[in-house]
């Protein structure tokens, strides 16, 4: 043949080639198409599909049917299995796969052949056969594939209805129907792998806040053990003044206990979490002078006796004017401080109460 012949090849992403050979299309092989396809550059690998069966580099077009207006389809390796043509001594195919071509297994020069080697060549070619049921018919010109179960558009990709007369009814076609090594559609594999990765993204972000989360716990906790040490050592130095006295003493639910038995030798201690301390303190005067001059002079003794803490017990004078109160109160950092301080500061903080009250009802009287 002569005259200029034209196939096509489609691709997976939708390309098509067209190729226009110039003599018979059954002379030529699918290893030169191929090539011509390389230099389009389609990668190497990639499987050559007509009507749903795979093709062999050897075989050359006559042995799959090749003619003016077939579309071929390029596929992954695994897209579908191999077929390889079953011949019958050395004569061409099986009648089983001549009658695929043609539509009419008696009509192909192979019908002459005897019934046990028909049968034997109908068994081989039925192992090559698509998995949806068998290739009946293709008319590649056309472009469209008729399957045991259905009737399938192969450019279009597009289901038709079968006819009662047909009764055939295709499930999928093959080119649509993308398959990776492990069997699952590339679809379904690619959606697989994004949720593989978006997991372990979450099993680093859950990781990565446990261990944020750790470095506070473990602050909080030291804090707590801090707490509950400074704690014991306020009860410690509480428990040696209530020996030094022989009265029992213990903090209320506000952590203040009251030292003394008369209004005159009354003593509060407090203990507070926050700052670590032991508030030492007593009132020095329970209402502040409504005159303005005897206020003031007050104010001044009050001042000049807390100059540098020597008149104070290391402490200080303090004035409540909503409250009307005076008080004279120190402190015992109980971090820096052993668990007799308490005991060994009492008594020089009665004694400075008492000096204090002293010059109060001296300017007042």
């Known amino acids: 043949m002569d005259d200029k012949q034209a196939f096509f090849v489609r691709c997976i992403d939708g390309k098509t ?7 018979d ?14 230099s389009y550059g389609v990668q190497d690998g990639m499987q050559l599909l007509f009507n749903g069966l795979s093709l062999a580099d050897e075989q050359v077009g006559s042995d799959f049917g090749l003619c003016n207006g077939a579309t071929l389809h390029l596929g992954p390796p695994s897209f579908s299995e191999p077929a390889v043509p079953q011949r ?10 001549a009658g695929s071509r043609t539509g009419d297994p008696t009509d192909t020069p192979h019908s002459s052949l005897s019934g046990d080697s028909r049968e034997r060549n109908s068994k081989a070619d039925s192992t090559h056969r698509d998995p949806c049921g068998g290739l009946s018919h293709a008319d590649p010109a056309r472009g469209t594939a008729t399957y045991s179960r259905g009737r399938y558009n192969v450019d279009k990709g597009i289901p038709v209805t079968a006819t009662s007369a047909t009764k055939t009814n295709i499930d999928r076609i093959p080119s649509a129907d993308l398959t990776s090594h492990s069997g ?10 994004q949720l593989r990765e978006q997991v372990e993204l979450l099993r680093r972000e859950v990781a990565d806040l446990r261990q944020k989360n750790k470095a506070p716990r473990a602050t909080v906790l030291r804090q707590d053990l801090t707490s509950i040490e400074v704690l014991q050592s306020a009860k410690s130095n509480l428990q040696e003044l209530a020996e030094e006295l022989g009265v029992p003493l213990q903090f209320d639910m506000n952590f203040t206990c009251v030292v003394g038995d008369d209004e005159s030798h009354t003593v509060l201690v407090t203990f507070d979490c926050v700052t670590e301390r032991l508030y030492i303190y007593s009132t020095l005067l329970t209402q502040i002078p409504h005159d303005g001059e005897v206020r003031a002079k007050l104010y001044e003794l009050l001042l000049e006796g807390s100059l540098l803490s020597r008149e104070v017990c290391g402490g200080g004078i303090g004035i409540s004017p909503q409250n009307g109160l005076v008080l004279l109160s ?3 950092p ?28 001296e300017l007042l009287n």
Not at 17 to 23: D, E, H, N, T, Y
Not at 88 to 97: K, L, P, W
Not at 184 to 193: G, K, R, S
């Open 17 to 23: 080639f067209k190729m226009v050979i110039r003599g």
């Open 25 to 38: 299309l059954g002379k030529l092989t699918v290893g030169k198409i191929r090539r011509y396809l390389k």
């Open 88 to 97: 019958t001594h050395g004569q061409g195919f099986s009648d089983e796969a």
């Open 184 to 193: 699952f559609p590339v679809a379904l594999e690619v959606e697989n792998q």
């Open 330 to 332: 120190t402190t015992i």
């Open 334 to 361: 109980l971090r820096h401080c052993n668990s007799s301080a308490l005991k060994d500061i009492m008594p020089v903080f009665v004694e400075t109460v008492a000096r204090w009250r002293s010059l109060i009802n």
